[in-house]
C-alpha cells in the first residue's frame, strides 16, 4: 500500500512538473516584453517590410494579434525575416516564439521537426504564372518547358508529382528565395514560375507589366498555410490555435473593428463568450478574459485581415474563394467558443 501511495505522488509531481515544463512560452514572452515572430524574407501582402521598416501583410498581422492579446498592444513584436530553409531551425532553436510565414501543414513536417500547425490561417494550391505571349492556358501545356522554383518548399516536390503524375517532361531552375526566382523568371531565364497562387499574385504585382502576365487556373496541390509552434508547450499552441480561431468566429459573428464597442454589450450567448462578458475561457488560456475583443479591436477579424491585405481593398484583390467561411461557400471554419 506504502509503495503504490508513494508511487501516485511521484506520478503527481511528474505530471505537475511536466505541465510547469510545457507551459514556458507566455512566461518567456511576458517577461521579455514582446514576441518573437519568424516571417518571410518579403512577400507583399503577406509579410513584408516597406522603405521605413514598419511590416505589414496577413501573416504580420496575426502576429499583432497574438500581442494583441498577450499585451493589449499589437506592436510588440520583432519580426525576424527567415527563408524558407532556415525558417524551422529558427523554431526548434528557439529563436522565435512563433513561425508566421506562409508555411504549408504537412505531416512530414510535423512528425520529422517537433513542430506542430495551430490553424489554418489561409487555403492556398500551387500554380503556375507564364507570359501572355507565350499563348497557353493550361499546365498541361508547358511539357519541356523550363519552371522556376524555390527550393526548401514543397513546391518542388509537388511539381515533380505533377509532371510525373501526367507522364511529362520538364527543365527547373532552383533558387533559395522565392525572389531570385522571380528575377530568373522576370530575364527570360525560365518560361514559367510556379509556387502558391496567393504567392503568384504578390510576386506578379512586383513585375514592371503584371498585365503581361497569367496566372494559369490550375491548382495542383493543397496548401493550407499555418501558423507553427513547437510541440513542447500545450498551453502556447493554445493560445496561437484560438486566436486564429477567434478572428475566424468573430468574422461569422459579425463583430469587427468598426463595431466592436457595440458587441461588448451584445445580450447574444456567442458574442458575449467570445468578446469575454461570459464565461472564462482567456484565464483558462493564461490571457484575461477579453483577449479576443483586444484582438478585434486592435486588429481586426479574419474577414479584415483578409480584405486590407490580399482581398478587395489591397493591391493583389485576390477573391476570398476558398478562404470564404463555410457559410458563404468557402471552407474557412473554426471550432466554436464555448
Known sequence: MKLLKNTLVALALFVIASSVASAQTLKTV????????????????????????????????????????????????????????????ALQSKKIDVLSRNSTWTMGRETDLDVIFAAVAYYDGQGFMVRRTLNID?????ADKSICVQSGTTTELNLADYFRNNLL??????????????????????EALTSDVSQLYALRSELAT?????????????????????????????????????????????????????????????????????????????????????????????????DRNVGASSKLGIPRGLNSLWDRGGIQYAPPIR
Open 30 to 89: 511576458r517577461d521579455r516584453g514582446h514576441l518573437v515572430c519568424g516571417v518571410s524574407e518579403g512577400l507583399p501582402g503577406f509579410s513584408a517590410k516597406d522603405e521605413k521598416g514598419q511590416w505589414s501583410g496577413l501573416d504580420v498581422d496575426f502576429c499583432r494579434a497574438l500581442s494583441a492579446a498577450i499585451f493589449n498592444d499589437p506592436t510588440k513584436v520583432e519580426y525576424v525575416s527567415l527563408s524558407a530553409d532556415d525558417r524551422f531551425a
Open 138 to 142: 493550361s499546365a498541361l501545356q508547358l
Open 169 to 190: 517532361t520538364y527543365k527547373t531552375m532552383i533558387f533559395s528565395s522565392a525572389a531570385d526566382a522571380l528575377k530568373a523568371y522576370e530575364s527570360d531565364r525560365c
Open 210 to 306: 503584371p498585365r503581361d502576365h497569367i496566372i494559369l487556373p490550375d491548382i495542383i496541390s493543397k496548401e493550407p498555410l499555418a501558423p507553427v509552434v513547437r510541440q513542447d508547450d500545450f498551453q502556447w499552441l493554445n493560445i496561437v490555435k484560438w486566436t486564429q480561431f477567434a478572428m475566424i468566429d468573430a468574422d461569422e459573428l459579425g463583430v469587427g473593428q468598426s463595431n466592436i464597442d457595440e458587441a461588448m454589450k451584445s445580450q447574444k450567448p456567442s458574442i458575449r463568450r467570445l468578446v469575454g462578458l461570459d464565461e472564462s475561457f482567456g484565464q483558462k488560456l493564461g490571457l484575461t478574459n477579453d483577449w479576443a475583443a483586444r484582438v478585434i479591436r486592435l486588429v481586426g477579424n479574419y474577414g479584415d485581415v483578409y
